[in-house]
């Protein structure tokens, strides 16, 4: 199976990937598969380009393809203005419309304080459900304090649970996809040059 993380995180180090690399540990200690990590920092110049441009480019079409063929998507973002970032959103508004039908995701997000819990259920939940995509039913959400707290090792398990069971019934279930194929912007043009 493969596992893909999304993480919206832009520092370093950053909490949002650690609360991403401690979901993908605990979805991989009950259900091995192949982790794939996505840095949406890393991608932001790439995603902006393809909203000017509508080609993505190479690493950003890797990703593409890398989400779309996942058994199982863990996502988390950063809090900014009580919703998810304007880069965690950009990153889905470019995904083919089809591209995570009936797939299992895991719905996590941090922030300073535990005020914008409610971002899971307000902002990334409908978002997913507009992608039509299966929402596992625990979301993770992670404030400041809850850094070695009580609680929060128990929502990640309990997420990763829901999450490594909608995975391995769904594998178990779906035929043999054929791979996806993105093809980067830079190689669509040169298929439009003239040659000689």
């Given at each position: 199976?493969?596992?893909?993380?999304?993480?919206a995180?832009?520092?370093?180090?950053?909490?949002?990937?650690?609360?991403?690399?401690?979901?993908?540990?605990?979805?991989?200690?009950?259900?091995?598969?192949?982790?794939?990590?996505?840095?949406l920092?890393?991608?932001?110049?790439?995603?902006?380009?393809?909203?000017?441009?509508?080609f993505?480019?190479?690493?950003l079409?890797?990703a593409?393809?890398?989400?779309?063929?996942?058994?199982?998507?863990?996502?988390?973002?950063?809090?900014?203005?009580?919703?998810?970032?304007?880069?965690?959103?950009?990153?889905?508004d470019?995904?083919?419309?089809?591209?995570?039908?009936?797939?299992?995701?895991?719905?996590?997000?941090?922030?300073?304080?535990?005020?914008?819990?409610?971002?899971?259920?307000?902002a990334?939940?409908?978002?997913?459900a507009y992608?039509?995509?299966?929402?596992?039913p625990?979301g993770?959400?992670?404030?400041?304090?809850?850094?070695?707290?009580e609680?929060?090792?128990?929502?990640?398990?309990?997420?990763?649970g829901?999450?490594?069971?909608?995975?391995?019934g769904?594998?178990?279930?779906?035929?043999?996809?054929?791979?996806?194929?993105?093809v980067?912007?830079?190689?669509?043009?040169?298929?439009?040059?003239?040659?000689?």
């Amino acid at each position: 199976m493969k596992l893909v993380v999304v993480s919206a995180g832009l520092s370093v180090p950053s909490s949002t990937r650690l609360l991403a690399d401690r979901l993908a540990a605990a979805v991989v200690g009950r259900a091995p598969a192949e982790v794939q990590v996505v840095e949406l920092r890393d991608l932001a110049v790439e995603i902006a380009h393809h909203f000017t441009n509508g080609f993505p480019g190479k690493a950003l079409a890797a990703a593409l393809a890398a989400v779309t063929e996942a058994d199982g998507l863990i996502v988390v973002t950063p809090v900014f203005s009580a919703s998810y970032s304007g880069l965690f959103k950009s990153f889905f508004d470019v995904l083919e419309p089809d591209a995570l039908a009936g797939k299992p995701v895991l719905i996590a997000a941090t922030g300073g304080t535990a005020r914008h819990s409610l971002v899971l259920d307000h902002a990334l939940r409908p978002l997913f459900a507009y992608l039509r995509a299966v929402v596992v039913p625990t979301g993770v959400y992670a404030a400041s304090e809850d850094w070695g707290a009580e609680g929060l090792p128990e929502r990640v398990e309990r997420a990763a649970g829901e999450l490594s069971a909608l995975m391995r019934g769904l594998a178990s279930a779906r035929p043999e996809r054929p791979a996806v194929t993105v093809v980067p912007f830079e190689e669509q043009l040169a298929a439009l040059r003239p040659a000689g």
